[in-house]
């Protein structure tokens, strides 16, 4: 909304496999699960539920991430009324496949260009994998960003900010954008944010956390490895996917090649065993500074057993 009051333009492009909240107009996905790869043809775009209104997708735009094809095609086609592209670097729902850093710097070019705003959801990547989130990883900038989940630690808080000129289009009068709701500024959860993200920036918590997710990483690849599992590690150490394949995935098509099943299996076997995990290979593994004194042998033999049933269950 702040983006198309802004611009004074109506679409919006978003990336294959990314995930931006639960509203109506960013309800619609790729749908890679019945997708035929061997099609030649471009996955459908669903809802991603019932309720979901057909009307609601007019102004939306997708394409696969890293293809700089597919984003030329589109603002060849409706640029003029592109107000913003929507994207996470990191993808949160998508195994942490990553934008290149060449892609970055297109789409950032290409907003420059355009007038286009690029908004950078760091709901998941921001003070997460960095203080700077996915933005110092890739030393690119957004003009308008998102923010939730880490900066709270646990605490239900969520934030947006930007450019000063596109934020100043927020405002009561008339012909301002309206912004607000029930939740906005709780003392409580913003109390949480501010503490969290003091501990943060006086600490040397990242480089625990990424030393944490290395070390899992190192026991996992040698668990994949005795069981003669391809494998491959895609994001930072503080947010890691796990694609079952010999090549890491560049896009969500990509990961329709890797054998998610397996994963899922092996996930649901962990978690019988005592590792909390969401058992959809989507979902990347969130290291915490609590995970600094995770006791790697257990995980070892656990991930070990986890393993070998899986390959059990398949053998049949």
């Known amino acids: 909304r702040t983006a198309r009051g802004f611009t004074g333009r109506n ?5 294959e496999g990314g995930f931006h909240g639960l509203y109506d107009e960013m309800m619609w996905k790729s749908d890679v699960d019945n997708w035929d790869a061997e099609s030649g043809e471009a996955p459908e775009v669903a809802a991603f539920g019932r309720g979901i209104p057909e009307a609601s997708r007019e102004h939306l735009e997708t394409v696969p991430l890293n293809s700089f094809e597919a984003i030329d095609e589109v603002f060849a086609r409706v640029g003029d009324d592109i107000a913003a592209i929507v994207i996470e670097p990191i993808m949160g729902n998508c195994g942490s496949i990553a934008s290149s850093q060449e892609y970055m710097q297109k789409l950032r070019d290409l907003c420059d260009a355009t007038g286009t705003l690029l908004i950078i959801d760091e709901v998941k990547t921001g003070f997460r994998v960095a203080k700077g989130g996915a933005q110092e990883l890739y030393g690119i900038h957004a003009d308008l960003t998102t923010y939730a989940k880490a900066m709270g630690n646990g605490y239900p808080v969520a934030a947006f900010g930007g450019r000063a000129d596109v934020m100043d289009v927020i405002s009561s009068s008339g012909g301002g954008v309206t912004h607000g709701g029930t939740y906005t500024a709780n003392m409580i959860a913003l109390s949480a944010a501010k503490a969290t993200l003091t501990i943060l920036n006086d600490s040397d918590a990242y ?45 969500y098509r990509d990961w329709k090649q890797t054998d998610s099943d397996l994963y899922t299996e092996f996930a649901m076997n962990l978690i019988k065993h005592g590792v909390m995990l969401e058992p959809d290979s989507r979902e990347p593994w969130f290291i915490c500074e609590a995970h600094k004194d995770i006791d790697l042998g257990w995980l070892e033999e656990t991930a070990d057993r986890a393993m070998a049933e899986a390959i059990a269950a398949r053998a049949g």
Do not use: C, W, Y
């Open 11 to 15: 679409k919006i492009v978003v990336v």
């Open 207 to 251: 480089s625990s956390i990424d030393k944490a997710g290395a070390e899992i990483q190192r026991v996992l690849a040698t668990v994949f490895t005795k069981h003669g599992i391809e494998h491959r590690f895609a994001g930072p150490d503080s947010m890691f996917g796990i694609h079952f394949g010999d090549l890491v995935p560049t896009n």
